[in-house]
């Protein structure tokens, strides 16, 4: 049986942004979560915006020229004061509308994209923070239901044959090519969605971080629906 209590400490609420980037990780406390239940039709923007290739990038000026209705404008309003909020903060936010996200074939036995349950690495100190406007929300996973993949030992095993190199290089190899970020699902886990505009802050993976990073993905796109995504 899987500890739902363990899972539930992972997540701390809170009311405003002051709070979400003020609260201290800490202990198994690696997701602080802004709920929110936000006002206006953003799946206007997402048909709106001019889409070029599988995910685009929308500026704030180009929100700001779209023709929209009355419930379109309030759904702009909130992501221009989600953009400036995180900007004012000092992160560098990017609003994507996402038809799918590329998928790693490279290695069939360990595919390295986004839809597979991984962790963020940074040099430096840092946090994740992304919220879902629209389509299907990002989903993470408790630590304690997921193992690193590369502790698994037929798919380690599968890794050194496709390295083929000197020992004392294994790991620095498995780091290079990021495979040591993923992250296996137990068979009883229970993912969490982060729901639809919720601004979320996800432990990242740097040195002298004081709580595991929090595992998560993306979700698999509807057919024929796109996502809105703000992500920093």
Not at 29 to 47: H, K, Q, T
Not at 128 to 140: A, D, K, P, Q, W
Not at 160 to 186: I, M, N, R, V
Not at 187 to 204: C, K
Request: hydrophobic share 35%.
């Amino acid at each position: 049986m899987i500890d739902l209590s363990h899972a539930e400490n992972q997540i701390h609420y809170v009311t405003n942004f002051q709070d979400l980037i003020a609260t201290p990780l800490s202990g198994v406390m690696n997701a602080i979560c802004w709920s929110r239940n936000l006002a206006g039709d953003f799946s206007e923007i997402v048909n709106k915006v001019a889409l070029s290739g599988n995910i685009t990038a929308v500026e704030p000026e180009e929100l700001g020229e779209l023709q929209l209705s009355e419930q379109g404008q309030l759904a702009r309003e909130i992501l221009l004061q989600d953009w400036k909020l995180l900007e004012d903060f000092g992160a560098s936010p990017v609003l994507n509308v996402i038809r799918y996200y590329d998928q790693d074939d490279t290695y069939p036995f360990f595919p390295t994209d986004v839809y597979s349950f991984h962790v963020d690495r940074a040099p430096i100190p840092v946090d994740t923070f992304l919220c879902t406007y629209y389509g299907e929300s990002s989903e993470i996973l408790p630590n304690a239901q997921g193992k690193k993949k590369v502790l698994i030992p037929e798919i380690r095993e599968e890794l050194k044959k496709l390295y083929q190199g000197p020992e004392e290089g294994f790991e620095t190899f498995l780091s290079e090519h990021c495979f040591d970020l993923h992250y296996q699902a137990e068979p009883d886990a229970r993912p969490i969605s982060l729901g639809l505009g919720n601004l979320w802050r996800l432990a990242v993976d740097h040195p002298g971080s004081q709580v595991p990073p929090c595992l998560h993905r993306a979700p698999r796109e509807k057919s024929g629906q796109s996502r809105l995504l703000m992500i920093c």
